[in-house]
């Protein structure tokens, strides 16, 4: 029997997983090795198992194609997350699952494409004896250990289109704008897709933000004979003193979905200032649509490292780019702890430098 890997896909899907399983089988392919594909996330991995023989040469329009050809998931049994920061603690028969459905289709190394409640899983079980290698996907960029994630370049663009295709309108009518973008408890996509679309004010979860300074803004605007303005909000962008805006009930056990903080901020800006104000929520656009050219640049060089990683035997680790060149780093160095926009970080000066408002 040839030597064989198996890759699954686990949490909220974006661009460029597809990529990344290319890469993985056609890497893998090369070394005469076969890819196993679970479906469904980790579940695939356990009885029944659920699986497909990935065949490098019939894999077409990976490169491109959005979402996920295995699958994934969010919630279950293999969900790390219950709160804002609380990861859950895999019971062992979950481990013993994964290690004899490893063993049974003989195979030598799993490639984990998560972000970091799938990794925390990852780790959990590389800890319990499975040999596990990492691939950091989140739109929201927020894992540590790798300057970006993949997928995050995809989502920014996708919000930068957006906020392009407003500005046009809000100028027309001279309205007050408010695009609100993903990222959970991090603010990248916002300010990245606020610097690059050339919004006036970015709210982001690391800094609080309060009406007045907004409104400052509007009103320098005005003076000025700028009668639009537009305003990108992360979803887990609060008011000074204020809590997160969520949407839909709160399930036990989950994190919150995040979700609604621009309806808010325009009806408050429209009450305070007479001036029009609409919202738009960006949402799962965010995560839909082929990858960017970055991210598939990036997502074919971490899918070529994860099975040099495999090769060496360095499990337990987790590809990461970093700046000049992609590396690993060990899994725990990246999850448990978000990695959040620097409140002075060179993103951050370079807004206020610009006059950019951020709400403080
Ligand atoms: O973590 C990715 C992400 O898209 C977040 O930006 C967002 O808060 C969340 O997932 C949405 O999750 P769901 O698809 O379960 O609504």
Redesign the pocket.
């Known amino acids: 029997m040839s030597e064989r890997i198996g890759i699954v896909t686990g949490?909220?899907d974006?661009p460029g997983l597809n990529a990344v399983i290319r890469a993985v089988t056609k890497a893998a392919a090369k070394r005469g090795w076969e890819t196993i594909g679970f479906l469904g996330g980790y579940e695939g991995i356990l009885e029944p198992q659920r699986y497909v023989a990935l065949d490098y040469q019939k894999l077409g329009s990976l490169l491109t194609r959005g979402g996920t050809i295995l699958g994934t998931a969010?919630?279950g049994r293999f969900s790390a997350k219950v709160g804002h920061g609380e990861t859950r603690s895999l019971p062992q028969e979950l481990i013993d699952g994964v290690k004899a459905g490893m063993q049974k289709l003989n195979i030598r190394g799993l490639v984990s494409i998560g972000?970091d409640g799938s990794l925390s899983i990852g780790q959990q079980l590389f800890e319990g004896g499975v040999p596990l290698v990492g691939v950091p996907k989140?739109?929201?960029n927020?894992l540590e250990g790798t300057v970006m994630t993949f997928g995050f370049d995809s989502a920014v663009a996708c919000a930068t289109d957006a906020l392009d295709r407003l500005h046009t309108t809000a100028e027309s009518h001279n309205r007050i704008m408010v695009l609100e973008v993903?990222?959970?408890y991090a603010g990248w996509?916002a300010i990245y897709a606020g610097v690059a679309g050339g919004a006036d004010v970015i709210l982001i979860p690391e800094i609080p933000f309060s009406y007045g300074s907004i409104l400052t803004k509007v009103r320098e605007r005005e003076m000025a004979d700028k009668h639009f303005t537009l305003i990108v909000v992360a979803?887990?962008a609060r008011e000074k003193g204020g809590e997160f805006v969520t949407s839909g009930k709160q399930v036990s056990n989950r994190?919150a979905?995040?979700?609604g903080i621009a309806a808010t901020v325009a009806a408050e800006l429209e009450e305070r200032t007479g001036k029009e104000a609409r919202a738009c929520v960006l949402g799962?656009l965010?995560?839909g649509g082929s990858p960017t050219s970055f991210d598939r640049a990036l997502c074919t060089i971490f899918g070529a490292e994860a099975v040099e990683l495999i090769a060496a035997e360095k499990f337990g680790h987790m590809v990461a780019y970093q700046g000049s060149g992609v590396g690993s780093v060990k899994i725990t160095e990246a999850v448990g702890k978000l990695k959040t926009v620097p409140p002075e970080g060179g993103f951050v000066r370079t807004a206020r430098a610009l006059g950019i408002c951020l709400g403080e």
């Open positions: 949490g909220g974006c969010n919630r972000g989140t739109i929201d927020d993903m990222g959970r996509i979803e887990g994190e979905r995040l979700g799962h965010q995560r």
